[in-house]
């Protein structure tokens, strides 16, 4: 059975088969299914509603409409991406829905199943590990045609492409991710651990400049300035009132502490930094995979609209950081928890009462993922630093 197993994990042909599988199965359950009336409004709406959001979006840009607010002819929701989000989407737009969405698809699937390939120093077993422990969470993602794959594997690139020293494209990555969610921001923490910092410095400008650039090929400046006007003011004010399965959402649900969402970030950001004035570590590879599990978890935990689909960016973080660490009690019943809470709970496996009694209103989802980033962040404080490798397992 274990060499069942191990031949499984390093069969890498049949995980990139299986993915594909994933991704164009997740395309035809959301292309085949009866369009729904919305109880909100009682318009009926396709089950590819998000992708049908993305695609809707680069033709309201080109007409010079506002990306920002809802259009219930054709879709439920707002948008809440970059004008730049737009343009690339166009590509996608320009396709019959039946291909677009499975392109769309496949291009998140396969984009983390390659960023996960590309790290270095990691073994092929424990590379199938990781691709294995993230194939719920990459469903749910994919099922509701959301771009959390893709965020976690621009960000698993950037860190596989500066131990490569390929700083120009480690800063695309990074610039990508922020310009399909602002929150891949905090990815930049990555460029601490390494040198030629003036370089990803001047890359990470050039790349920003052109992203920015991109809606001046559809819309003008006084359209494009109306354009950020109006997405400020949809993400300040989101009309979902909600702390999702976030850490709001937990402290709110179990202590019913109703804290201030941006005290409750910057306190995060903050314990978040604590490891990182341990100079001596940043030679460490797994000094910096620890950081990278860190920034996958903390985007999602410390995002009070964090949603079911959002956690295959941190089950990415959970995975990278149980396959590097000790497998000892403490670290193998964390991993269990997650996996339980934070991936099976979102499926039929567990019964529709447990998680609408208990998984939704206590944001169990989000619980798991709290403790193992605080355990990332003491592995990080802790790890022994030996000079001559450079890199130990951690606790």
């Known amino acids: 059975m274990k060499e069942k197993i191990q031949r ?3 069969n890498r042909t049949f995980l990139i088969c299986l993915y594909i599988l994933f991704a ?13 009336p919305n109880p909100e409004n009682g ?63 496949l291009l998140n699937a396969l984009l983390l199943l390659a960023a996960i390939y590309y ?24 099922m509701n045609e959301q771009s959390n794959a893709l965020i976690a594997g621009l960000l698993v690139f950037a860190l596989g492409f500066l131990e490569k020293k390929k700083l120009w494209i480690a800063s695309l990555c990074i610039v990508l991710s922020i310009f399909v969610k602002l929150f891949g921001v905090v990815g930049f923490a990555l460029f601490l651990f390494y040198p030629q910092k003036w370089k990803l410095a001047l890359y990470t400008f050039g790349w920003t400049l052109l992203m920015l650039l991109l809606p001046l090929l559809y819309i003008d400046v006084g359209q494009y300035v109306f354009l950020f006007e109006s997405y400020g003011h949809l993400l300040a004010n989101d009309p979902i009132i909600s702390n999702g399965f976030s850490l709001m959402g937990w402290l709110n649900s179990w202590f019913s502490m109703d804290i201030n969402s941006m005290l409750v970030v910057l306190i995060g950001a903050g314990i978040f930094m604590l490891p990182f004035v341990r100079l001596k570590a940043y030679g460490s ?28 960016i941190a089950m990415t ?79």
């Open 8 to 10: 499984i994990l390093t």
């Open 24 to 36: 164009l199965v997740a395309s035809i359950q959301s292309l085949l299914l009866e369009p729904k």
């Open 43 to 105: 318009k009926i709406y396709n089950s590819y509603n998000n992708y049908v959001i993305f695609e809707s979006s680069f033709h309201h840009l080109k007409n010079s409409q506002d990306l920002y607010v809802l259009y219930p002819e054709e879709h439920w929701d707002f948008f809440k991406y970059t004008p730049s989000f737009s343009v690339v989407f166009g590509l996608f737009s320009i396709l019959p829905d039946w291909l677009g969405l499975s392109l769309w698809n």
């Open 119 to 142: 790290l270095p120093r990691l073994s092929r077993t424990q590379k199938g590990w990781v691709l294995l422990i993230v194939l719920l969470e990459l469903m749910g993602s994919l």
């Open 285 to 312: 590879f797994t000094f910096a995979l620890l950081a990278l599990a860190s920034v996958l978890i903390w985007i999602v935990i410390f995002n009070h609209k964090a949603e079911s689909p959002t956690y295959v």
């Open 317 to 395: 973080g959970v995975a990278l950081w149980f396959i590097e660490g000790k497998k000892n009690a403490l670290n193998i019943g964390l991993f269990v928890g997650a996996f339980v809470l934070s991936s099976l709970s979102s499926t039929d496996i567990v019964p529709r009462f447990i998680r609408e009694e208990f998984v939704l209103p206590y944001a169990l989802k989000a619980f798991p993922c709290i403790l193992i980033w605080m355990k990332i962040i003491y592995d990080m404080m802790v790890l022994k630093i030996d000079n001559s490798t450079y890199d130990k397992k951690i606790s």
